[in-house]
């Protein structure tokens, strides 16, 4: 297989690229120790037998930059295949600012195609590709030179498996006429939001349990700055300090070194430094908080009378639509949108595009007294009231 280490043979094959309807990409990264993930190797393939339709990039190669990648990217005669993309994505956006367009994504195909809730792509290469995958590569160090023969395998795999996979999940979308649902979903894929994380939004990240709006505010602020701590230096969050320490530390509300050192659960290295001043200069802003500022957790709102068993029925009807689509039930709704819709919201994504056709518009009506659910002794259907 084809290892490009330079800037020129990327371009060529790139080149060769543009003349096909799309190209299947996958990376390697690393990302145990940066808060960033740092790229490692990118496969890609166009259609395609012989061993040329599919190389390895060497992104670490002094002699590489990614410039006609990036210019592919832009082609908007080509289709970027990818599988699970989000991460993939982010790593491009970060480095260049840049998102593929048009854009595929296998996986949120394949739940749209009824292959099940978050499908992986070794079941997709059994499932359409009649294939299986050694995947004992997978968690190796692809930061290391020079990679071994197994390495190489398993990452060419990612990317050759995914060319039957992409033209098999395409013409069931196109046979069941829901590209659409796919667009629909790929729309949040290809939205620059997704993929810049803003310190201020970073308390949405830690699970609370307390209505206490004193709490909440130091949770506020110390999860703003562990975020923006660990983008500046580009390290892992947890590496700052982990989500059991900021509840900690948002309880006992520590006013200085000696009491921030009493904390059973904070690191070594938080203890001191600008680490130790940046917690405690958080703990002082969230001590000018009031309860106004503090919004109402969601969980503390007062539910309408039966919303529990509505939301029940809410489930029941999901998975009788599910199934009935051959969609996963995930990608429709989730738990805590069931429980939103059954205490009266009504502004979520349940009531838009697809989704409202699959499922939310009957939810609403079941919501309103206008249908009921009905059993035939083998399956759930709805019946008009």
């Not at 957790?297 to 007062?302: E, N, T």
Request: proline share 3%; with cysteine; net charge neutral.
């Amino acid at each position: 297989m084809k290892m490009i280490k330079t800037t020129a043979e990327l371009a060529a094959f790139c080149e060769i690229c543009s003349g096909f309807d799309y190209v299947t990409i996958d990376t390697e990264f690393l990302r145990e120790r940066t808060y960033y993930s740092k790229l490692c190797l990118i496969q890609m393939a166009h259609p395609g037998d012989d061993d040329s339709s599919a190389v390895l990039i060497d992104v670490l190669a002094d002699t590489l930059n990614l410039d006609p990648l990036y210019e592919l990217f832009q082609n908007e005669s080509v289709v970027k295949v990818f599988h699970a993309a989000r991460q993939d994505l982010e790593i491009f956006y970060v480095d260049r600012q840049i998102l593929p367009k048009p854009f595929f994504d296998t996986q949120v195909a394949a739940m749209v195609c009824g292959y099940g809730e978050q499908v992986g792509y070794e079941t997709l290469v059994r499932k359409i590709a009649k294939q299986g995958l050694d995947k004992s590569s997978r968690f190796t160090d692809w930061s290391a030179r020079p990679l071994s023969a197994k390495q190489m395998t398993y990452a060419i795999g990612d990317v050759t498996h995914l060319r039957e996979i992409y033209e098999t999940l395409a013409a069931e979308l196109k046979k069941s006429k829901r590209q659409s649902w796919v667009e629909e979903e790929l729309a949040v894929l290809l939205d620059p939001q997704t993929y810049i994380s803003e310190p201020k939004q970073a308390y949405m990240r830690v699970k609370t349990r307390t209505n206490s709006w004193k709490i909440l505010a130091a949770v506020r602020e110390l999860a703003e700055f562990r975020e923006d701590f660990a983008q500046k230096r580009n390290i892992p969050r947890n590496r700052v300090m982990k989500d059991d320490a900021i509840m900690e530390l948002a309880a006992t509300r520590p006013q200085n070194i000696g009491e921030l050192n009493k904390s059973r659960l904070l690191l070594r290295d938080a203890r001191k430094g600008d680490i130790a001043d940046g917690i405690l200069a958080a703990i002082k802003r969230a001590s000018a908080y009031e309860a106004s500022d503090i919004p109402k957790p969601a969980d503390d709102r007062i539910k309408p009378q039966g919303a529990e068993g509505l939301a029940e029925l809410l489930r029941v009807m999901l998975k009788a639509k599910a199934e009935g689509y051959g969609v996963a039930q995930k990608l429709i709704a989730n738990a805590a949108e069931l429980d939103a819709i059954a205490a009266g919201e009504r502004d979520g994504k349940m009531f838009k595009g697809w989704r409202a056709e699959v499922f939310g518009d009957d939810a609403l009506r079941l919501c309103e007294g206008k249908v009921a659910l009905a059993s035939n002794g083998k399956s759930v259907k709805i019946v008009n009231i």
